[in-house]
């Protein structure tokens, strides 16, 4: 599961210069499945327990490539032609203009988006994933979502999250959606800035089939003036 092998097959569609349509199927139990025969079906407490570093560094290199696809995967409105050139292309190197014809552009230009500056939400969405990594519990994505744009669930009850200082007290005005705010964070993951994780475990000890959980791990060192150097562009209606 990589934009390489992805890439490939999209490729045969229109090898012959015609208009042609690539279907892409897929479901988040894929991830999973993925990761399940890369980690040869094991726990991850258990391989990281023996130090299997051929193995962990497997692993850290199937991540990566995983949530390359998925954030191709989830994106809605975003060139399909400019995404697969964000994966390929050379520094410095032009972007392509809009392709105008595959099912994103086509949902964009329905849709009539607008094309909104994102940095001063992201920096916000740094800061939650920086609180809530540094507070010794398991946080998953949904979490960071939930926080981001201010969530009354359960949860956050329960645990006083509401409370945090990094709790807004105002609607966000451009990563306003759920779906959106987990773009962003796939998109500061693929980017190299935010860590998400894969784990594999037993739901019981006597349990023959792993479960497993997407969490938010940190974030790399100097992340808030990465971010600020970079250009953060999202459609939003």
């Not at 490539?65 to 809605?76: R, W």
Request: positive net charge.
């Amino acid at each position: 599961m990589s934009m390489t092998s992805l890439i490939q097959e999209a490729g045969c569609a229109g090898r012959d210069g015609n208009t042609a349509t690539h279907f892409i199927f897929y479901g988040k139990k894929d991830i999973c499945t993925n990761y399940f025969i890369i980690a040869e079906y094991r726990e991850t407490a258990s391989i990281i327990a023996n130090i299997e570093q051929r193995l962990i560094n497997k692993l850290e290199r199937a991540t990566r490539k995983i949530f390359e696809v998925f954030y191709y995967y989830n994106s809605q409105y975003e060139c399909r032609q400019q995404l697969i050139w964000r994966y390929q292309a050379w520094p410095n190197e032009q972007k392509p203009p809009t392709c105008e014809i595959c099912d994103n552009c086509i949902n964009r230009i329905a849709d009539k988006l607008k094309l909104l500056d994102g940095k001063e939400e992201i920096i916000k969405l740094i800061e939650v994933v920086e609180y809530l990594t540094q507070m010794g519990e398991q946080i998953g994505p949904d979490d960071v979502v939930d926080i981001f744009r201010g969530g009354k669930t359960a949860k956050i009850k329960q645990k006083n999250w509401n409370t945090l200082p990094v709790y807004p007290t105002e609607k966000r005005k451009v990563l306003k959606t759920k779906d959106l705010v987990h773009f962003a964070l796939t998109d500061l993951v693929v980017r190299g800035l935010v860590q998400k994780d894969i784990i594999l475990r037993k739901p019981i000890e006597s349990s023959k089939v792993l479960s497993s959980n997407i969490i938010i791990k940190g974030v790399v060192p100097g992340i808030q003036a990465s971010a600020n150097m970079q250009t953060w562009l999202y459609f939003v209606k």
